[in-house]
């Protein structure tokens, strides 16, 4: 008789892919996590996969900008998700992963300081999602620019997009 594993919740699944970002920035030579670009063959197989079609210019990072990038959206979705557990119906604001100023903001940071960073904001973000009841996943808010969402639709989210880079770190770093 075969038996099938019961569905992981968000917060296993997450805290699955944060583990493989922790895993891959940390084996890597410091000096590859500021210079390594995306082989074309891999850029090629990323694009169409995860969010990337919708947000190609991240496939353009070094793997310290990545690292930057997991930082900044774990504190952006932590907010989130603690706005959408305690107010009613919030609007909550862009967040440009690709604008300029952030990217090379990241440069400015110190490897071993943003992998502390990233760390904590990491825990934070998982902290949250464990911490959502499966009756608050239907609170609902509203995205500045894509309109209507769910705390549900933000926890289905986050592993996803947790994956996708992970999977372009593997890339970045093999």
């Not at 019961?6 to 922790?22: K, W």
């Not at 996590?33 to 850029?43: F, G, Q, T, W, Y």
């Not at 705390?151 to 592993?159: A, C, E, I, K, Y």
């Amino acid at each position: 008789m075969l038996t099938t594993a019961p569905p992981r919740s968000p917060a296993d699944a997450l805290a699955a892919q944060q583990q493989r970002v922790a895993e891959l920035l940390t084996a890597a030579p410091a000096a590859a996590l500021r210079s390594r670009r995306l082989p074309d063959a891999e850029h090629v197989r990323l694009v169409g996969s995860g969010h990337f079609p919708a947000y190609a210019a991240e496939l353009a990072w070094t793997p310290h900008e990545v690292a930057g990038h997991l930082r900044d959206s774990a504190r952006v979705f932590t907010a989130r998700v603690a706005r959408l557990r305690t107010e009613d119906d919030p609007l909550l604001p862009d967040f440009d992963p690709t604008a300029a100023d952030r990217v090379a903001g990241y440069a400015a940071v110190p490897t071993s300081r943003l992998l502390d960073e990233l760390r904590e904001a990491q825990a934070g973000l998982l902290a949250a999602v464990r911490g959502v009841p499966d009756a608050e996943r239907a609170r609902t808010g509203r995205h500045a620019t894509d309109g209507a969402l769910t705390l549900g639709d933000v926890l289905d989210f986050l592993p996803g997009h947790q994956r996708d880079h992970a999977e372009q770190l593997a890339a970045l770093l093999r």
